[in-house]
């Protein structure tokens, strides 16, 4: 079975400042993808970025990167230059490949972005 | 492209209700899943389909059915409401031979009460 874990429900930053979001997954898969999804107050569901594991280069995405350390099982998500729009819920996920139908998710972390 | 599409965006019932969520994909998707979103426990799976015809249990099915008689469209049945059902629901659709990524439905807000 996968979990995934993000141990920070809320955290907050000003304008511009770089934050970093953690994620820890466990998964008995040996071959699968990591995702961050973005919730803002709309709700609708907005892919960040995506690693796939088997890939050792970290993903990015414009402003948005990750850091994947496969043998620790963490998969941060770094905002760089963060901006007001960037305020939502973040949610860590993972499934194994040709698996999106039954995506693991965290629990969330809500950010905030301060003028 | 309209996507995922998801009715209703809100509803509210009564304990002992039934009621069908509607979720409808254009994008020929093979996969088709169900999700409820609870305040700090993120999303979680209910149902889900690899195409018309198959259906099987997520992590949390009780209370819920599911049938996919078309590949476009996955509805979701509260036979019997409950409270502890109130809470957001998403579909999401998604190819099975191509790149892993879901696409969601706007969702929709239940509350029972």
């Known amino acids: 079975a996968q979990t995934v874990t993000q141990s920070q429900p809320e955290m907050s930053v000003q304008e511009a400042e770089t934050v970093t979001l953690s994620c820890t997954y466990d998964?008995?898969?040996?071959?699968?993808?990591l995702f961050w999804y973005k919730q803002p107050p709309s709700r609708q569901m907005i892919l960040v970025i995506r690693?796939?594991?088997?890939?050792?280069q970290n993903a990015t995405e414009n402003r948005f990167s990750v850091n994947f350390q496969k043998a620790a099982k963490s998969f941060s998500l770094k905002i760089s230059d963060s901006q007001l729009g960037d305020t939502a819920m973040y949610f860590c996920a993972s499934c194994k490949i040709q698996g999106a139908q039954k995506l693991v998710f965290g629990q969330g972390t809500r950010l905030t972005i301060n003028p | 492209n309209a996507g995922v599409t998801q009715t209703p965006k809100f509803q509210v019932l009564k304990t002992g209700q039934s009621m069908t969520l509607q979720c409808a994909q254009d994008?020929?998707?093979?996969?088709m899943s169900w999700y409820r979103q609870d305040p700090g426990m993120g999303l979680r799976l209910i149902h889900y389909s690899v195409g018309a015809g198959i259906t099987d249990q997520g992590e949390v099915p009780n209370g819920y059915n599911v049938s996919r008689s078309t590949t476009e469209d996955f509805p979701l049945r509260l036979l019997s409401a409950a409270p502890s059902q109130t809470s957001v629901y998403f579909c999401?659709?998604?190819?099975?031979?191509?790149?892993?990524?879901?696409?969601f439905g706007q969702g929709t807000r239940l509350t029972v009460v």
């Open positions: 994008m020929n998707h093979e996969y």
């Open positions: 690693q796939e594991a088997y890939k050792q």
């Open positions: 999401a659709s998604s190819y099975w031979n191509r790149d892993t990524e879901a696409f």
């Open positions: 998964t008995s898969e040996s071959n699968y993808y």
